[in-house]
Nanobody
Framework: QVQLVESGGGLVQAGGSLRLSCAAS????????VGWFRQAPGQEREFVGAIRWSSDSPFYGDSAKGRCTVSRDTAKNTVNLHLYSLKPEDTAVYYC????????????????WGQGTQVTVSS
């Protein structure tokens, strides 16, 4: 069992940046892909990016491509999502999730989910 906790969300002005973190307890991330998804009010949850812990290989979706970076911190056993040049349309609840197998852009591939952290971008 893996418990995930996101942190780092908040209110930021357009053009600003934020760093979200995903911490795991129960197990390390060593055998997982850790992904970030976001869900805006009234919209479907969408894939933002992910990293395969074992190879430190990131992969990005189209939603924030070029404006985000996914990285791992091996000392803290966390996965970070840096968001840059934020826009009001980036406002959403951001979730991290862990997957052992399956297509990394697909929600159903992820077995464990955090509770989410709110990011609000003001114009």
């Amino acid at each position: 069992q893996v418990q995930l906790v996101e942190s780092g969300g908040g209110l930021v002005q357009a053009g600003g940046s934020l760093r979200l973190s995903c911490a795991a307890s129960g197990r390390t991330f060593s055998e997982y892909v850790v992904g970030w998804f976001r869900q805006a009010p009234g919209q479907e949850r969408e894939f933002v990016g992910a990293i395969r812990w074992s190879s430190d290989s990131p992969f990005y979706g189209d939603s924030a491509k070029g404006r985000c970076t996914v990285s791992r911190d091996t000392a803290k056993n966390t996965v970070n999502l840096h968001l840059y040049s934020l826009k009001p349309e980036d406002t959403a609840v951001y979730y991290c999730a862990a997957s052992e197998y399956g297509p990394i852009t697909v929600q159903n591939s992820y077995k464990y989910w955090g509770q989410g952290t709110q990011v609000t971008v003001s114009s």
